[in-house]
């Protein structure tokens, strides 16, 4: 499995900003947006253009326009803080959801809501924030796998080794770009040294370090 871990000095300030405790929802929101921006770009280097003829003020040139059809799917709740961010940059996808909650017991994850648009034949991008597990990642992988999907790539802000491996080792040729490769998890599963629980920090529902 292609692993690239963002490495880019402004990348590295605005995720020590993500990380603090002292980063208030509003702030942690556009940090979100902005990291993501840089997540975009690089999950999208390599996709297909075409020719697109224009007229500049001054003359005609063949310009340069993506040929790919493209779908990004958020892993809820926490992967909605990334999605205005795609959107902005790349305004013709189409949007799917796929609901997933983690069981604060079991670390595993359940599938509640799922709607997603045709997604064979595209460039699907899935946003989440956090690849601890990566249990939820797999099952949405999976899921978008059997909708006919082909080129899936998993976009996430923090990424853990345990979960990095475990997507390795089910999807092989599934491209993981991450703006962080942090330590481990620690007992409870979470990610160490982390940032809590995104959904949480992002939409200010909770306080515990933990969550």
Known sequence: MPLTVLQHPVVDHWMTRLRDKRTDPAQFRVICKRLTAFLVMEA??????????????????????????????????????????????????SVGYVGLERDHTTAQART????????????????DPMLATGGSAEMAVDLLYREGAR?????????????????QTKFPELPVFTA????????????????????????????????
């Open 180 to 211: 962080a490769l942090d330590r481990q998890l620690n007992a409870l599963k979470y990610i160490v040294p982390g940032l809590g629980d995104f959904g949480d920090r992002l939409y200010g529902t909770g306080s515990s370090a933990h969550e």
């Open 44 to 93: 999208t280097r390599d996709l297909p253009v075409e020719t697109d003829p224009i007229e500049t003020p001054l003359e005609a040139i063949e310009g340069r326009a993506l040929g790919a059809d493209i779908v990004v799917v958020p892993i809820l709740r926490a992967g909605l803080g990334m999605l205005e961010a795609v959107t902005d940059i790349l305004p013709h996808v």
């Open 112 to 127: 509640y809501y799922c709607k997603l648009p045709p997604v064979a034949g595209s460039t699907v991008l899935v946003v």
């Open 151 to 167: 080129d899936v790539r998993l976009l996430a802000m923090v990424a853990a080794p345990e979960g990095v491996k475990r997507l």
